[in-house]
């Protein structure tokens, strides 16, 4: 096995992933888990920290994601958009001479303001890897999805959609939650609801749902797909996208082919980018410009 | 006390609403409580109905409302749209020679179709009680919003939008929920909200109130009121109402003045409608229609 030179902690509220990644840039030993923000709780990171050294080798470490946040290890203030991985890396968050956290981003717009965690180290990754061009609008859907404009390698700005919570609480506990447990698949009924978007009647479309039911206008095995087609395309027509658009899709397989139908009924391109490589790629261009690493 | 000729029960999930009225249409004696369909579960409705007898006295019932859906008393089935009074008044279900339920309606649309349950008769009776022209956009905001198109004096179509329920949700449990937690009242963090609706970019807009109090962008205590405004902002935008359009609005005060500012808002012209006086002149004119009351 080739020799790790650090850790790599893509650390969130649910999920962690860590990587020991040698001087190249390649992953040589990696652990997925569900030790994220909520398991570990306030003061349990030091303890955490140590054991993964423990088990993957007693080397720098980097950690990125809501482990910057309020509720996690400690505050590293957001880093303003236009920013790049150089940035990133003057911006890191020292816990000690070998533990650092990686800043996430702000940016401002003519609306108010945006911040991410994490997924800043996967959009920059992506065009250190490349993955994409240098200049290119990237989307990282998930509970919250988030859309980055990057220009000349920098990440310009950004916007910030609720449309997998809104999926969520809609299933756990609306008046649609009983349509919704059935799975989600890109299909016909997953169309229609994209196809309904376009006219930005939200509101309505989500009630409409239980009343086709009711009247038997609609299979209720079909609604859980509907209500997705309904909010992923109602994300995409947000994004104003132009005709022809290249969208590179940072996502999970699934979630990643509903963006994927989603950008092509609205006319864009999508790419889908594996999102482990992106950030593998961009933590090691963070780890390979830090100053001041103990080894 | 003038003699009651008849009981009328607003019977919903949650609240209910009882009048004694005499055959002039005149509320002799009332109840407000919170025995809907959740407090007084399936096979508690009979029981219910006598209570109510023994109270207001022993005369006709006519009941309203979600009482008529599968989860009531009994299944009144839909009358399809255009409906009247005194097709609610054929169509009533009856449980005894003395006690009916008004059946919901139902429409069919170009996009699918849409039920209500006790709205209805608020409709029509705004526009018995010549409170609402014969021909009158009508709308009735709450945990779902029912918007009605009256013609000639029938329900000729109806929207319902989840705007309430949505508020309710995110209030409730979605990552918004610690700023939400404030009074809502039409003001300046409300008006933005109803500014921020006309780009339809819904899904962006609320995950953008968290990034703007995270940045000090935002004070925390104008969130709840700005997220009202985006979601009742939303709602009338999705009308597609004609500048300068009456919109007859029956809502209780608070959630009545809000929505009348989102209407003005967007260039149609509200008027409030009392909703306890078009319940009461709604059902008059059923039970003056219906055909088979015993006494």
Known sequence: MPEAAFLAVDWGTTNRRVYAIDADGTVVAGERDDRGLTAVGAGGFPAEAAAIRARLGDLPMLCAGMVGSARGWVLAPYRPCPADLTELAAGLHWIDPRTAIVPGLSCRTARGGDVMRGEEVQFLGSVAAGLAPADALLCQPGTHCKWARIGGGRVESFRTTMTGELFALLRRDSLLAEFLAGEVADGAAFSEGL???????????????????????????????????????????????????????????????????????AGARPSPIDSQTAFVAGVTEIWRRADGFEG
């Open 195 to 265: 196809t309904a978007a376009r006219d930005a009647t939200l509101l309505g479309d989500l009630f409409g749902v239980r009343a086709e039911v009711l009247l038997g206008l609609r299979a209720g095995d079909d609604a859980a797909a509907y209500v997705s087609g309904l909010l992923i395309g109602s994300d995409v027509r947000e994004q104003a996208l132009h005709p022809g658009e290249r969208v590179y899709v940072l996502a999970e397989p699934g979630l990643g082919e509903l963006y994927a139908a989603a950008l092509a009924a």
